[in-house]
């Protein structure tokens, strides 16, 4: 079992940053890949960033590529989704989730089915 708690999210303004956090408990924060998800209403939760168990290798959707970073640190069990140059786009829920079974310091799951654990989420609001 693990629990995920999510922080760091507000209202904002378009090109405004904030940075996400998520904390664990409930198993080795180092034996799983993270992933931070998004849905806005109306639309299926997607995957935005995902980091390998130890950091080596990340991914990240098209539409934050360059403005978005994910990042963990082991140590203190969190993980982190630093939030720049904000869009109104970006509004949604987002999400941290745990994927325990990928071992991989090269590959990082893509689906949402492939993760097996969430947090709550918090809610980022851009405005124009």
């Known amino acids: 079992q693990v629990q995920l708690v999510e922080s760091g999210g507000g209202l904002v303004q378009t090109g405004d940053s904030l940075r996400l956090s998520c904390t664990a408990s409930?198993?080795?924060?180092?034996?799983?890949?993270m992933a931070w998800f998004r849905q806005a209403p109306g639309n299926e939760r997607a995957l935005v960033a995902a980091i390998t168990r130890r950091g080596a290798s990340t991914f990240y959707a098209d539409s934050v590529k360059g403005r978005f970073t994910i990042s963990r640190d082991n140590a203190k069990n969190t993980a982190y989704l630093q939030m720049n140059s904000l869009k109104p786009g970006d509004t949604a829920v987002y999400y941290c989730?745990?994927?325990?079974?990928?071992?991989?310091?090269?590959?990082?799951?893509?689906?949402?089915?492939?993760?097996?654990?969430w947090g709550q989420g918090t809610q980022v609001t851009v405005s124009s």
């Open positions: 409930g198993r080795a924060f180092s034996t799983y890949a």
């Open positions: 989730a745990v994927d325990v079974n990928t071992y991989s310091d090269y590959y990082v799951a893509r689906a949402r089915y492939e993760y097996d654990y």
